[in-house]
C-alpha cells in the first residue's frame, strides 16, 4: 500500500515488544488511546503466520495481560504447517516479482521451475507448463472457494507443472488464500501473484514464454497454542469469547482490531460480575481454515449446557474505509464490510447495543448460512445462544494490512457496543 498523508492518517510506528498497552490499571478499556496503544503492541510483534515467532510473542504477551487481570491461564498446543521461504518470485524475461505461496503445497527447490507461461483460461493440454489462472474480482479469503478450487483443480488436472494464481482485488495486492490443514493440499507447486504485478506475465502467458518459478524454504510442521483464560466464579454458566490471534502477515485491522475489542472486553468482565464464568480463548490456526477454532471447540471449550453465550470478535471488527477515486485513499470512518449476528432469543437486545456501528448495525439471525468463520462450527455443536462478528476489510490477507488499517477510535465503539450486547444479553451486573 502507497503510504499517504492524505487526511493525515498515517499512524505511529508500531510499539516494540517491551513497550505498549498493559493491564489496564490506566483505562476502563474504551479509551482511543489504550485501544491504540493495544493496536500497535500488536502489529508489533510482526507476522503472525501459526507457531511463528510474532503469533507466539503475541500469546504469550496476552497470557502476561491476563494472568496480571485476574485470569487462570493454559496453553492447548497443536501441529500447524509451515512455510520459512528462502526465495518467491516468477522471472520471465527482464520481469522477476514477488509472490507468496502456501505451506501446504510442494516447494520447487532452489533451482526452482522453468517452463512456459500458459493462460489457463484458454484451454488445452497444459503438460509442462506454468499456468496462470486469473481469479475474478473479490474480498479473496479461502482456496476452498470453488472460484478458486475449481480453476486450480482443472489446471492441475490438465498436467500444468504449476500453478500461479492471480487475485484479483480491491487494492492490486496479492491476496493469501486459508488452506485446510486436515486435508491434503496440492500435489504441485502452487503460489499466488499480486494483480499489480502480473501484466508482464499475462503478455509472456499469451506468447507461451518460458518463465522460472521458485518457491524455496524450509516446510514443514511445527507446534502453536491457543491461549485459554479463565475466570471461575463458582457460576452454574460460563461466557465464552473467543478471538483468532494468528494470520498470514502482520494482521494489524483483520486480526488486531478484533484482539483490541476482546482484550478490552476481558478487562471489563475482570471487574464486571454478569452471574457467570468466564473463559476467554486467542486461538492460533485460524488461516488453516479455524484449525486453532477447532481444537479448542473439540476438546477445551465448555459444553453447550454448561454454557451461558459464546461470543466470537472475528475478522476486521474496526478496519479502516477508504476512498477508490483513483489511488485509494483513507477515510477517518470503518469499513461497513463486516457482519454481525446473534441467535434469536437475544438478537433485540443486540441490535440496540450496535445501532449507529456501520455494518454491524444491520445485525442477522445466526445461521449455519449466515455465520461466519468459527461461528459456523460454534452453531453446528449446539451452542444456543451466540454473538458473532466477521468482516473483510480492502487490505485483508494482504502484506498492506499494516497500521494504516485501523485505530483505536475506529475499535472504540465496536468494543462499547460488545459490552453493552453482552450486558443487556445477560441480564446486566450483578449487585454487590
Request: include cysteine.
Amino acid at each position: 500500500m502507497a503510504a499517504t498523508g492524505v487526511l493525515g492518517l498515517a499512524a505511529a510506528a508500531p510499539a516494540q515488544a517491551g513497550q505498549g498497552a498493559e493491564s489496564g490499571a490506566a483505562s476502563d478499556g474504551l479509551d482511543a488511546a489504550w485501544l491504540q496503544a493495544v493496536l500497535e503492541r500488536y502489529a508489533g510483534f510482526g507476522e503472525k503466520a501459526s507457531g511463528g515467532p510474532g503469533d507466539e510473542t503475541c500469546g504469550a504477551w496476552l497470557e502476561g495481560e491476563l494472568s496480571r487481570t485476574g485470569y487462570a491461564c493454559r496453553r492447548q498446543s497443536f501441529d500447524v504447517p509451515f512455510l520459512d521461504p528462502k526465495a518467491l518470485t516468477l522471472a520471465s524475461g527482464e520481469a522477476k516479482v514477488p509472490l507468496v505461496a502456501s505451506p501446504v503445497a510442494p516447494t520447487t527447490g532452489p533451482g526452482g521451475l522453468t517452463g512456459p507461461l500458459r493462460l489457463a483460461s484458454e484451454g488445452g493440454d497444459l503438460t509442462g507448463a506454468i499456468a496462470l489462472v486469473v481469479l475474478p474480482y473479490r474480498r479473496w479469503v479461502t482456496l476452498a472457494d470453488p472460484q478458486a478450487a475449481r480453476p486450480l483443480e482443472d489446471a492441475l488436472a490438465r498436467g500444468a507443472a504449476a500453478v500461479v494464481l492471480v487475485t484479483t482485488g480491491p487494492t492490486g495486492e496479492a491476496i493469501a488464500l486459508n488452506v485446510s490443514a486436515r486435508k491434503p493440499g496440492p500435489p504441485r507447486p502452487v503460489a499466488i501473484l499480486a494483480p499489480k504485478d502480473a501484466a508482464p506475465f499475462l503478455a509472456a502467458a499469451a506468447e507461451g514464454r518460458p518463465a522460472t518459478l521458485t518457491i524455496d524454504g524450509r516446510r514443514g510442521t511445527r507446534s502453536a497454542y491457543n491461549l485459554i483464560a479463565r475466570l471461575d466464579r463458582k457460576a452454574a454458566r460460563t461466557l465464552i469469547l473467543t478471538t483468532p490471534r494468528s494470520g498470514w502477515f502482520g494482521c494489524a485491522a483483520e486480526r488486531g482490531s478484533g484482539l483490541a475489542v476482546w482484550l478490552s472486553l476481558a478487562h471489563w468482565l475482570a471487574r464486571t460480575d454478569l452471574g457467570v464464568n468466564v473463559e476467554l480463548a486467542a486461538n492460533s490456526g485460524h488461516e488453516f481454515e479455524f484449525l486453532g477454532g477447532e481444537h479448542y471447540l473439540e476438546h477445551e471449550a465448555p459444553k453447550p449446557g454448561k454454557t451461558a453465550m459464546w461470543v466470537h470478535v472475528g475478522a476486521s471488527a474496526a478496519a479502516r474505509d477508504w476512498h477508490e477515486f483513483g489511488a485509494l485513499r483513507p477515510l477517518p470512518s470503518a469499513d461497513a464490510q463486516r457482519v454481525l449476528t446473534a441467535t434469536a432469543d437475544v438478537i433485540d437486545r443486540v441490535r440496540p447495543a450496535f445501532a449507529g456501528v456501520s455494518g454491524l448495525e444491520a445485525t442477522l439471525v445466526a445461521t449455519n448460512a449466515t455465520a461466519g468463520g468459527e461461528m459456523t462450527n460454534v452453531l453446528k455443536a449446539g451452542y444456543g445462544t451466540t454473538i458473532g462478528l466477521y468482516g473483510i476489510h480492502r487490505y485483508f490477507h494482504t502484506r498492506a494490512d499494516d497500521m494504516r488499517c485501523t485505530s483505536g477510535e475506529l475499535v472504540r465503539p465496536v468494543a462499547a457496543a460488545f459490552r453493552a450486547a453482552i450486558g443487556a444479553s445477560l441480564g446486566g451486573p450483578r449487585a454487590g
